[in-house]
């Protein structure tokens, strides 16, 4: 890579109800790293959410980049870069931003190491990374991704058949990271629970890879595993889902731990439904996602003209 290049990471959704830990989905908003070599390791925030981040090593994007170099055998420090961090992915709000963040330290040390990782690679080391696979795997396929990721190996199917639907989210003003939303969660489930709540998940899968976007709305909406644990810390999750079934919506899921919400909606009904939202939630941000078939990329700065 020659003087200047960039990398492009798309943001996720997770969970899609049922699916906990285990369904992602990148949708249309991004992370941008601008890589320069310099004479010491910078990152310089590009919005004002980024510039309260870290601007030294203590950097979510350096920490996971030097961990992994070490790993490899590659020094950071022989290799400094002036990196500029762009996103609109919001912070704290079930968008994926620090998943974003640990695909694009991966693909960081990748380029600068000439590591060569497969993309199966960059998914176990970004799975072992988060804990989870849900958001990272989304980030660095795009798509639709179902998988398991186990102590002893990350397996997944990757699915890109996803036309036709569109997803309204509600964005509140208020964060709710993912560490405190985890906290909530309850720790055991009976035999009848556990076989119920995988019997919907179950049928999301199966209607997600049949592309039966109706079924796959009601077993959204019929989560077991967490979505009851956490409607208290996010109260406008039912209002949201109601007002968006009676404006013809799939179904509404909360996005990840939350706090933003979901409604997987038909492409021609998205402004409409977005409308809807508003009137319900009026001091949230009601914006238009759509799934991002394309996953994490590096290029130069000439082909990153052509992404936008
Ligand atoms: N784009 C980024 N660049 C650098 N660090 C980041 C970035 N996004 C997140 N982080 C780091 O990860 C931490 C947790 O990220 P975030 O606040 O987004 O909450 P989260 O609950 O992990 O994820 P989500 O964004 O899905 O809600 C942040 O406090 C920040 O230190
Ligand atoms: N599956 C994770 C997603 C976190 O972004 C959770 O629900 O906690």
Same mark, same amino acid.
């Given at each position: 890579?020659?003087?200047?290049?960039?990398?492009?990471?798309?943001?996720?959704?997770?969970? +899609?109800? &049922?699916?906990?830990?285990?369904?992602?989905? #990148?949708?249309?908003?991004?992370?941008?790293?601008?890589?320069?070599?310099?004479?010491?390791?910078?990152?310089?925030?590009?919005?004002?959410?980024? @510039?309260? !981040?870290?601007?030294?090593?203590?950097?979510? %994007?350096?920490?996971?980049?030097?961990?992994?170099?070490?790993?490899?055998?590659?020094?950071?420090?022989?290799?400094?870069?002036?990196?500029?961090?762009? *996103?609109?992915? &919001?912070?704290?709000?079930?968008?994926?931003?620090?998943?974003?963040?640990?695909?694009?330290?991966? @693909?960081?040390?990748?380029?600068?190491?000439?590591?060569?990782?497969?993309?199966?690679? $960059?998914?176990?080391?970004?799975? +072992?990374?988060?804990?989870?696979?849900?958001?990272?795997?989304?980030?660095?396929?795009?798509?639709?991704?179902?998988? *398991?990721?186990?102590?002893?190996?990350?397996?997944?199917?990757?699915?890109?058949?996803?036309?036709?639907?569109?997803?309204?989210?509600?964005? &509140?003003?208020?964060?709710?990271?993912?560490?405190?939303?985890?906290?909530? !969660?309850?720790?055991?489930?009976?035999?009848?629970?556990?076989?119920?709540?995988?019997?919907? #998940?179950?049928? +999301?899968?199966?209607? %997600?890879?049949?592309?039966?976007?109706?079924?796959?709305? $009601?077993?959204?909406?019929?989560? %077991?595993?967490?979505?009851?644990? =956490?409607?208290?810390?996010? &109260?406008?999750?039912?209002?949201? =889902?109601?007002? #968006?079934?009676?404006?013809?919506?799939?179904?509404?899921?909360? /996005?990840?731990?939350?706090?933003?919400? %979901?409604?997987?909606?038909?492409?021609?009904?998205?402004?409409?439904?977005?409308?809807?939202?508003?009137?319900?939630?009026?001091?949230?941000?009601?914006?238009?996602?759509?799934?991002?078939?394309?996953?994490?990329?590096?290029?130069?700065? $000439?082909?990153? /003209?052509?992404?936008?």
């Amino acid at each position: 890579m020659n003087d200047m290049w960039m990398i492009r990471v798309p943001a996720s959704t997770s969970n +899609l109800g &049922p699916g906990f830990d285990s369904i992602g989905m #990148a949708v249309d908003r991004f992370l941008e790293l601008t890589v320069t070599p310099a004479d010491q390791w910078f990152f310089k925030g590009c919005t004002p959410e980024l @510039e309260s !981040l870290p601007t030294g090593k203590d950097n979510l %994007l350096y920490e996971v980049a030097d961990k992994l170099a070490r790993a490899q055998g590659v020094s950071l420090e022989e290799f400094p870069h002036h990196v500029a961090v762009d *996103s609109n992915i &919001p912070l704290a709000r079930g968008l994926g931003s620090s998943a974003s963040a640990i695909v694009a330290a991966i @693909e960081l040390v990748n380029q600068i190491g000439q590591l060569n990782l497969s993309k199966e690679e $960059k998914l176990r080391i970004a799975s +072992l990374e988060e804990g989870h696979l849900d958001n990272v795997a989304a980030s660095v396929y795009g798509g639709l991704i179902i998988g *398991s990721h186990r102590e002893e190996c990350t397996d997944l199917i990757h699915i890109d058949k996803l036309d036709d639907i569109a997803f309204v989210a509600v964005i &509140p003003t208020y964060e709710l990271k993912t560490s405190e939303s985890r906290k909530v !969660l309850q720790d055991h489930f009976s035999r009848q629970e556990a076989v119920e709540a995988s019997s919907v #998940a179950n049928t +999301l899968v199966a209607a %997600l890879c049949t592309t039966n976007w109706v079924l796959a709305g $009601k077993m959204m909406e019929l989560d %077991l595993f967490h979505e009851k644990a =956490r409607s208290a810390l996010v &109260p406008e999750l039912q209002l949201v =889902r109601k007002a #968006a079934k009676a404006a013809g919506a799939y179904g509404t899921f909360l /996005s990840g731990a939350g706090p933003t919400t %979901l409604s997987m909606v038909p492409v021609k009904a998205a402004q409409d439904i977005a409308a809807a939202l508003h009137e319900v939630v009026p001091n949230a941000e009601v914006t238009i996602l759509k799934p991002e078939l394309q996953g994490a990329t590096v290029c130069d700065m $000439k082909e990153a /003209s052509l992404l936008k």
